[in-house]
């Protein structure tokens, strides 16, 4: 699959997970004004919202990187950009 397309597919993905996010901030935002236990479980629920959004983030800006690279480097270098991450992300 191109660079592209895997940009569009983690892209659309942020959207969908942000289009979700705010269901639930709407469905749970005035139970969470009035009782400290719910407004607790919308701050762990934005927290895990945020951690999926900032990784989807991560994996746009590999394959920013990647392709820039294969641009001026060569796929070569691209192949190498790919096993330096995986072994890092073995250890």
């Given at each position: ?45 934005a927290n895990e919202f945020a951690k999926k959004y900032?990784?989807l983030q991560a994996k746009i800006m590999d394959l ?20 330096f991450k995986k072994d890092l992300e073995r250890r």
């Amino acid at each position: 699959m191109s660079h592209e397309k895997e940009i569009a597919l983690i892209r659309e993905g942020m959207k969908l997970l942000m289009i979700e996010f705010n269901r639930i901030v709407k469905s749970r935002s005035l139970d969470a004004s009035r009782d400290s236990q719910a407004r607790d479980e919308l701050f762990a629920t934005a927290n895990e919202f945020a951690k999926k959004y900032h990784d989807l983030q991560a994996k746009i800006m590999d394959l920013f990187f990647l392709s820039d690279l294969e641009e001026i480097g060569g796929k070569d270098k691209a192949d190498l950009f790919i096993k330096f991450k995986k072994d890092l992300e073995r250890r």
